[in-house]
């Protein structure tokens, strides 16, 4: 068994805060495990809750296009997680002390994966992750280095979806320098 393999089986039994009571599933997280990019999101939502799995909702599918078009990887090639593996109830954003209580299955999913590039899509995943409040307005213009890989903050796809000004298009560009980086 791998190492992420017994990781996702201490998440499943995880009671460590309060979002463990209205769970359905666990959404420990998929994909490549030598990935040279992994995207870290903020939660999952009901969709995700119910199957499981990270990103399969409205979201997920704009994610997976992204990906596909300014990567040219499909999402079994990278690896997706999020910042809490468990629901926020009625998707609200999840609490300080959540993140912290998920902090280290997120961490050492980084660890395990190495990827050289993270991707971290909306400001909760991006502030978790850099341990800073700016707004992902100012933060998805930077670069950061997360325990020696590059990271990437841009826009939560919901933010597209809801159709804010240049948002897709700032993920897209954001995606494209993700990608160039990633082969550095
Ligand atoms: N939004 C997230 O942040 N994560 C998911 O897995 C789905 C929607």
């Not at 979201?59 to 593996?85: C, F, H, M, P």
């Not at 933010?159 to 240049?166: F, K």
Request: include cysteine; hydrophobic fraction near 40%; charge should be negative.
């Amino acid at each position: 068994m791998s190492d992420l393999d017994s990781l996702a089986i201490e998440a499943a039994a995880c009671r460590a805060c309060e979002l463990c009571n209205t769970r359905k599933n666990v959404v420990f997280g998929e994909g490549n495990q030598n990935a040279t990019m992994m995207f870290v999101g903020e939660g999952p939502g009901r969709d995700e809750d119910l199957v499981g799995r990270p990103f399969v909702g409205r979201s997920g599918k704009l994610l997976e296009k992204l990906i596909e078009q300014e990567t040219g990887w499909d999402r079994g090639e990278v690896y997706i997680a999020n910042t809490v593996k468990c629901r926020p109830p009625n998707n609200r954003n999840p609490l300080p002390e959540e993140i912290a209580s998920c902090e280290g299955f997120l961490r050492s999913q980084v660890a395990i994966v190495n990827p050289t590039v993270i991707v971290t899509l909306g400001a909760v995943a991006s502030r978790a992750l850099l341990g800073v409040n700016e707004g992902i307005g100012s933060l998805r213009t930077q670069v950061f280095d997360f325990h020696g890989c590059v990271l990437i903050p841009t826009y939560h796809p919901a933010a597209a979806l809801r159709g804010g000004t240049g948002v897709l298009a700032a993920m897209r560009s954001d995606l494209a320098k993700a990608r160039l980086l990633a082969d550095e």
